[in-house]
């Protein structure tokens, strides 16, 4: 493709790069990431992507903004109070960067809508910034029958997680590690736990560098690890996970073969799961 000398400019800093160049930067332009949900973790992870030029954005989510929302979820503003999260979302992106398409799902996914969502623009990379166990199992499953690359994370207080699952290569799901929600009513909520507002903006940009090596082919992703951050001690932790052989969804006899709505609790404080 042909860069305008304002895409030169704009892009320069990425151009000079060695490893990504303007075969890189072509890459991204040509690139398609869904990000579902535009929270804590998504917000910043949009914003990243577009500034880095990946050409098609999909936001997915069916909620408003609300004044809560301010402290961590930076793609919105005060005047957005009230407007679709999605249509705000849309806004700060193409304020961020006119190059990129926005593509957005004003809805919550669902075992009936998921698949169609991630086939609408054959996106290359999902990144799952939803903040309760339902979506995440949701999200986990449909990529694993999709085939389809995602960045799982979550955020809760002052710690933070995240993984990424490459289909194809072996690599463990979020099923491998958690096997299933926690029973719904058995455990607080995030809105009762509380974040620290900064640890969307570093797991969610994690999650953007993810999206961004993963369509580049550089380095090496968190495919077989779990990243772990303790935002109190300052101090990540990269943990070897295994491929589990009996999960349900992608082991050697999966079971899950159809996609499932569970319940919808929102964290479990008590085992250490997060969410965002």
Do not use: W
């Not at 860069?3 to 690139?31: A, C, M, P, T, W």
């Not at 705000?88 to 960067?97: P, R």
């Amino acid at each position: 493709m042909d860069f305008s000398e304002d895409q030169i400019e704009r892009y320069s800093r990425h151009i000079i790069l060695s490893e990504v160049g303007v075969e890189g930067q072509e890459k991204l332009l040509n690139s398609k990431v869904l990000v579902i949900g535009t929270g804590g973790l998504g917000a910043p992870a949009a914003m990243y992507l577009a500034a880095a030029g990946v050409g098609t954005i999909g936001l997915v989510d069916g909620d408003v903004v609300d004044l809560s929302n301010l402290q961590r979820q930076i793609i919105h503003q005060t005047k957005d109070v009230g407007k679709l999260k999605t249509q705000s979302g849309k806004e700060t992106i193409n304020d961020i960067n006119p190059d990129v398409k926005v593509i957005t799902y004003n809805e919550f996914v669902t075992s009936e809508n998921i698949l169609d969502i991630i086939k609408d623009q054959d996106y290359d990379f999902i990144i799952d910034g939803t903040d309760n166990f339902a979506a995440k199992f949701l999200i986990n499953d449909a990529c694993v029958l999709a085939k389809k690359p995602f960045s799982h994370a979550g955020i809760i207080r002052f710690q933070g997680q995240l993984t990424t699952y490459i289909p194809d290569n072996g690599t463990p799901c979020y099923r491998c590690i958690f096997q299933s929600p926690p029973p719904a009513g058995v455990v607080p909520t995030c809105r009762e736990a509380g974040v620290l507002g900064v640890m969307g903006g570093v797991i969610g940009t994690l999650q953007a560098t993810e999206a961004l090596k993963y369509i580049l082919g550089l380095g090496e992703t968190l495919a077989g690890y779990l990243l772990t951050y303790d935002g109190l001690k300052m101090e990540f932790k990269k943990i070897k996970i295994n491929h589990n052989k009996k999960c349900g969804v992608c082991g050697e006899e999966p079971t899950i073969k159809t996609l499932i709505d569970y319940e919808n609790p929102s964290c479990d404080l008590k085992s250490g799961k997060l969410n965002g």
